[in-house]
């Protein structure tokens, strides 16, 4: 262990890391928002030019709204809360002017209040990429949304009392859902679990 590990923010001095911990960081393949790296025997993917996404939490009157677009890693359609790349077209753009930006331009809808509710990382035993999760209330509808020209994104106003009754339907109609819903699944996930 050496003892630029142990200056390392978040990590308790008397913990060590693994052996791959300290190995060069190895840049395998990099795109223009992709970066394949490999550090030893790990392989892992980040955003190219340090790109992070605004995921945004959009609360209005008891519902929530989400969208529906078309996933090429995944071949098929995805219900997803809205989101959006911060730094992608503007160097140095912060969260919440990202956040604004990418919720009228999906959504159609702007809001009143904006909230910065943390930073978190998708899948971190595989991406190092992060987003900062975004709560936006006092939504007033502004226009049609449907993201740019090639994204075709569909709008859903879901009553918070439906999310897993719309979870259920898109599932069936062989939809993929992104983990970030469980945020509005969570609660009756831990009441069932509690009877």
Not at 50 to 57: G, K, T, W
Not at 103 to 115: C, D, I, K, S
Not at 144 to 151: I, K, L, M, P
Not at 155 to 184: E, F, P, Q, W
């Amino acid at each position: 262990m050496t003892d630029t590990a142990d200056r390392r923010p978040g990590r308790p001095r008397d913990r060590p890391l693994p052996p791959d911990a300290d190995l060069p960081e190895q840049v395998e393949w990099a795109g223009d928002f992709v970066i394949a790296k490999r550090r030893g025997r790990w392989e892992y993917a980040g955003r190219a030019r340090n790109i992070r996404a605004a995921v945004i939490l959009a609360l209005d009157a008891g519902t929530v709204l989400l969208v529906e677009q078309y996933r090429v890693p995944c071949g098929k359609y995805c219900l997803e809360l809205p989101a959006g790349l911060i730094g992608d077209e503007l160097d140095g753009e912060r969260v919440l002017d990202s956040a604004m930006r990418e919720l009228e331009e999906e959504t159609g809808y702007r809001a009143a209040q904006w909230e910065e509710l943390g930073e978190f990382l998708s899948s971190p035993g595989m991406l190092s990429e992060s987003f900062t999760l975004v709560r936006a209330t006092g939504l007033t509808r502004v226009g049609e949304g449907g993201g740019t020209d090639s994204e075709a994104i569909i709008v859903h106003r879901v009553a918070l009392s439906d999310i897993a009754g719309t979870v259920a339907r898109h599932r069936a109609m062989g939809h993929a859902i992104d983990v970030k819903l469980l945020l509005l699944l969570g609660g009756a996930f831990l009441e069932e679990a509690a009877q």
